[in-house]
């Protein structure tokens, strides 16, 4: 786990914070109602940033949600998003949580493992914190599996790191399924760009 990589991530985050909903339009609404709707209990999300997942939490549903996330001025702004749950945000680098096993009901992360530098050990820690017999939600923009657009991808992903610490070419599915996680549905909410992937630990 390269140091490194992680404060650069941080820093990037940090400057964008301000700025990040209106740069934040790839995510739908829609997109973010389905993956709330499937969190119960006590939740875990994962790279909360700025909260925009927290007003479509559903108290009929869920208990308490904990965010967590690498960046403090991200973090600085979902404190001034409403959510109609407890909530409790806190700075912490997904690759090494601070949270004992089994700690959570449902762990939920939207266009985050693009971003993590070790996505395979942050997927890890969520299958570790996330209690037996609980649910992973996943909202996440993939490589797309096809010669010319995924080459295109792989092209232009050192780009967009520099500029925004995220990957877009990453085997999210694949880097789920190597850190020991059991997928048991996968939805394509825009073509075989963005998947919503339930799974459990």
């Given at each position: 786990?390269?140091?490194r990589?992680?404060?650069?991530?941080r820093?990037?985050?940090?400057?964008?914070?301000?700025?990040?909903?209106?740069?934040d339009?790839?995510?739908?609404d829609?997109?973010?109602?389905?993956?709330?709707?499937?969190?119960?209990g006590?939740v875990?999300?994962v790279?909360v940033?700025?909260?925009?997942n927290?007003?479509f939490?559903q108290?009929e549903?869920t208990?308490?949600?904990?965010?967590?996330?690498?960046?403090?001025?991200?973090?600085?702004?979902?404190?001034?998003?409403?959510c109609p749950?407890?909530q409790?945000?806190?700075?912490?680098?997904?690759?090494?949580?601070?949270?004992p096993?089994?700690?959570f009901?449902?762990v939920?992360?939207?266009?985050?493992f693009?971003?993590?530098?070790?996505?395979v050990?942050g997927?890890?820690e969520?299958?570790?914190?996330?209690?037996?017999?609980?649910r992973?939600?996943l909202m996440?923009?993939v490589r797309?599996?096809?010669?010319i657009?995924?080459r295109?991808?792989?092209?232009?992903?050192?780009l967009?790191v520099?500029?925004?610490?995220?990957?877009?070419n990453?085997?999210t599915v694949?880097?789920?399924?190597r850190?020991?996680?059991?997928?048991?549905?996968i939805?394509?909410l825009?073509?075989d760009?963005?998947?919503?992937?339930?799974?459990?630990?």
């Amino acid at each position: 786990m390269d140091e490194r990589v992680t404060a650069s991530v941080r820093r990037k985050y940090d400057r964008n914070a301000r700025f990040f909903d209106r740069m934040d339009r790839m995510v739908q609404d829609d997109w973010r109602r389905q993956v709330t709707a499937r969190a119960t209990g006590n939740v875990l999300e994962v790279g909360v940033g700025t909260g925009k997942n927290l007003p479509f939490y559903q108290s009929e549903t869920t208990v308490k949600v904990t965010g967590i996330d690498l960046s403090p001025g991200m973090l600085s702004v979902a404190r001034g998003k409403g959510c109609p749950v407890p909530q409790d945000l806190v700075e912490m680098d997904a690759q090494r949580m601070a949270f004992p096993d089994g700690s959570f009901d449902t762990v939920v992360a939207t266009c985050v493992f693009c971003t993590v530098p070790d996505p395979v050990a942050g997927l890890r820690e969520v299958r570790r914190v996330c209690r037996p017999g609980g649910r992973i939600v996943l909202m996440e923009h993939v490589r797309v599996d096809k010669p010319i657009i995924g080459r295109l991808m792989d092209a232009l992903d050192p780009l967009v790191v520099w500029l925004m610490g995220t990957h877009i070419n990453r085997r999210t599915v694949e880097n789920v399924r190597r850190a020991g996680l059991t997928i048991e549905r996968i939805e394509r909410l825009k073509g075989d760009l963005v998947l919503l992937i339930e799974a459990v630990p």
